[in-house]
């Protein structure tokens, strides 16, 4: 974010699709599960740095899940991850069940009435190894993932969502929140399908934090052009464009045009990420974390993401539901109330929310 290129500060997206696609993600090696958010990113970034092609990452003490034999070579370093987990405050250290994850908490809430200022959240933090720096373990086997339409996709969002696209414009590309639309330019002053998408996918990124939709209070209650809440609005959509449009194969040229657009309307806003970031080391991981409720969101509407498992992800603050119409509709705080019987009142909701560090920003 420091260079003078502004190409150099977007290739990151490049960066990005390089090292995490369908078939490249970071994943756990042990239980073949996906990492999200920040430690996503951030191993991602080490993979790209490192030159790792293995997506697979462990522990040193998993490591002998995968085979008793298998070790760390010699002079290697980890990375280090987060993972937040939840103290029972009404448990002494040493007592079964005294750490817990939010899966646990829930249920406890919900099925034995347990109230949430009795349980706390923190981050516990992990050093974690790719499968490249360590022997001993199977080859990787990877599983193909054939490429979605990109126009079904980005229409099936926007229809879904309710948000109109408009090709109206000859090179500005923007969402305007009073109408709740996306204008954009015609789709021949792209260069490649990707190219045209992805800005589609950054524009949908804006909708999603709509009042109406996540209630992001970056997009809600910006500050105005130049301003570091508008910035930070800027920032999410530009990562959810970046999560979300790995799905969508694209060509070396219609990356590298898309990279240049970006760093041409979006430069402007590089200091004052950089600046924000100085000032609130947390700043990224928020950004990180909209960015991933948001793509979540729009692999929803877009159908790469059941209802269930988008609940099971983001239920107990950002839950949805389908409504009499069949649409896709977050839920207000009552209905959350009702639907998971994890608190008496919003105002526990909201106690809820804080303790474990998440704002739904209302």
């Known amino acids: 974010m420091d260079k003078d290129n502004p190409v150099d500060c977007f290739s990151w997206v490049k960066q990005w699709h390089t090292v995490s696609g369908p078939d490249a993600g970071p994943i ?18 080490t993979a790209l740095m490192k030159g790792y092609q293995d997506p697979r990452w462990t522990t040193f003490s998993q490591l002998s899940r995968v085979n008793p034999k298998a070790h760390v070579n010699k002079g290697e370093h980890g990375t280090t991850i987060q993972r937040w987990l939840v103290s029972d405050l009404t448990k002494k250290k040493g007592e079964k069940g005294k750490f817990i994850d939010f899966p646990e908490m829930a249920r406890l809430i919900r099925d034995e009435g347990r109230k949430s200022e009795e349980f706390r959240a923190f981050p516990k933090f992990y050093s974690v190894f790719n499968a490249e720096q360590c022997s001993g373990i199977p080859p990787l086997k990877r599983e193909k993932h054939e490429a979605i339409n990109q126009d079904e996709y980005v229409t099936k969002i926007s229809r879904s969502m309710g948000v109109p696209i408009y090709n109206d414009q000859y090179e500005n590309a923007f969402y305007r929140p009073s109408e709740d639309a996306i204008h954009l330019p015609n789709r021949d ?27 992001r209070t970056s997009l809600t209650n910006t500050d105005g052009f130049g301003g570091e809440t508008y910035a930070f609005e800027e920032l999410v959509a530009e990562m959810t464009s970046a999560f979300t449009s790995v799905a969508l ?55 790469r993401l059941s209802l269930n498992d988008y609940n099971r992800k983001h239920g107990l603050d950002n839950g949805v539901f389908i409504n009499a119409s069949g649409d896709i509709q977050v839920m207000s705080e009552k209905q959350l109330a009702s639907a998971n019987n994890v608190a008496e009142s919003v105002n526990e909701i909201r106690n809820f929310n804080t303790l474990h560090g998440r704002s739904r920003g209302r």
Not at 28 to 39: I, L, V
Request: charged letters at 20%; a negative charge.
């Open 189 to 215: 002053l792209f260069i490649s399908e990707y190219a045209y998408n992805a800005v589609a996918l950054h524009e949908l990124g804006h909708s999603s934090g709509a009042a109406n939709r996540l209630n």
């Open 28 to 45: 756990s090696m042990t239980t073949g599960k996906p990492y999200r958010g920040s430690n996503a990113f951030v191993l991602s970034m």
């Open 249 to 303: 194969k694209p060509d070396e040229e219609g990356m590298n045009e898309f990279i240049e657009k970006t760093a041409a309307n979006h430069y402007k806003y590089v200091k004052s990420w950089a600046s924000a970031i100085r000032k609130d080391p947390n700043c990224l991981d928020k950004a990180l974390e909209q960015a991933q409720l948001a793509t979540d969101f729009l692999d929803l509407h877009g159908g």
